[in-house]
């Protein structure tokens, strides 16, 4: 206790100097702290990877009117991909329809025939456009009279942006 304040002033004055470069150190070291964090920050932004949605963009989705229960109709939709990577899409799932499929159309000899798919390739930066004539989703054993305007949502499973909600309206057959 006597010689307390003799060590203390002693300790101040020989830590004084140093006391000021560790503040410095520790501002430096904050600071480097503080870049790393920035870096990788910017490195999870640049491989963050996609999630529902992104990069990716669903418009124009329809399917023909199909007035009696029980029908087999193609869900068309615009899928846009803008991310540098390939997509599929893999499944749907829709409340007005019993099963969906992917399908394509084999043109051969004879008359044009869809065929069940596993999933439906999006190539990357590319815009598909569903068809009934080409690629297209299937959409079996329809639950419930389709009229023209009435509209529903579907659910469509991506293999990386995953699952994506989609406004689908029924149209008049053309
Ligand atoms: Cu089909």
Redesign the pocket.
């Known amino acids: 206790m006597s010689d307390q304040p003799a060590r203390s002033k002693r300790d101040q004055s020989c830590s004084a100097p140093s006391e000021g470069s560790v503040r410095g150190g520790l501002i430096v070291a904050v600071l480097r702290g503080l870049s790393v964090v920035f870096a990788a920050i910017v490195v999870a932004m640049a491989t963050v990877p996609a999630s529902a949605g992104e990069g990716l963009t669903l418009s124009d989705a329809w399917v023909p009117a199909a007035p009696e229960v029980g029908r087999d109709i193609?869900l068309l939709v615009t899928i846009r991909n803008d991310t540098t990577s390939p997509e599929a899409l893999m499944r749907v799932r829709c409340p007005i329809a019993n099963f969906s499929e992917r399908?394509t159309v084999d043109r051969g000899e004879g008359a044009p025939a869809?065929r069940s798919i596993p999933n439906i390739p999006i190539a990357a930066g590319s815009t598909l456009v569903l068809l009934p004539t080409a690629y297209?989703v299937?959409l079996l054993q329809t639950r419930e009279p389709l009229e023209p305007g009435k509209r529903f949502t579907c659910t469509i499973v991506f293999q990386k942006a995953g699952s994506i909600e989609t406004e689908v309206e029924v149209r008049k057959s053309p």
């Open positions: 193609p399908h869809m297209h299937m």
